[in-house]
């Protein structure tokens, strides 16, 4: 078996964040005891440990896609674990959002939702041997969304001045993501409509 590559070391990197991530997250947010006995001093900054976390992780995206394609070290295993690893990342962000009370719920229904839908017409397209090109829409979509959750995770205390500024840009950007979530949900399913047309 030959050794993985940089790219795929750093996918798994990614998935593996995935867990301090949400451990910082949930447990600054409902105090479990275990977690307050050991971030007790510093319990007002674990939202800011977890944001960290989720920035270095979506980093990571970045760092290998390019590091593969620029090296030639794209595999079967990361064209499988990259995706993967990204809808693991955002899903478990929102979910564990919603959790918090941060995001409504019926919008991380459809954001998931549109994950699965596209994720069944690539299995069909892969079946059919039909190779599809990621689209501009979906690349803003995926901008938006991690502005989205990184803005979502800083949880400022509203006594500050500019609160309020940051709660409107958050709210913004939610919407801005959920629309685009929307269209690049169309913008796909036009453009390979042909995908579910039964092969001869």
């Known amino acids: 078996m030959s050794k993985m590559n940089l790219p795929n070391k750093l996918t798994i990197f990614r998935v593996i964040l995935i867990v301090p991530f949400i451990v910082l997250l949930l447990g600054g947010y409902h105090e ?18 977890a944001l960290a976390i989720f920035i270095i992780a979506s980093l990571t995206d970045l760092a290998d896609g390019k590091i593969a394609r620029k090296y030639n070290l794209v595999t079967n295993f990361g064209k499988f674990m990259d995706p993967l690893a990204d809808k693991l990342l955002v899903c478990a962000a929102l979910i564990a959002l919603t959790e918090m009370s941060r995001i409504p719920s019926w919008i991380v229904i459809i954001i998931i939702s549109r994950e699965f839908i596209i994720s069944g017409f690539r299995l069909i397209a892969a079946d059919n041997n039909v190779v599809i090109a990621a689209s501009y829409w979906g690349k803003f ?6 502005v989205m959750i990184c803005l979502m995770i800083v949880n400022v205390p509203e006594g500050l001045s500019w609160w309020p500024w ?15 979530t929307v269209v690049s949900l169309i913008d796909y399913l036009v453009k390979n409509k042909g995908v579910l047309k039964e092969q001869k």
């Not at 479990?32 to 900054?45: C, D, L, S, V």
């Not at 940051?166 to 993501?177: F, H, K």
């Open 141 to 146: 979509k995926t901008t938006f969304q991690m």
């Open 32 to 49: 479990w005891r275990w977690f307050t006995a050991i971030f007790g001093g510093i319990m007002e900054y674990v939202d800011y440990m």
């Open 166 to 180: 940051l709660n409107v840009l958050t709210q913004v950007v939610m919407w801005i993501a959920l629309a685009l």
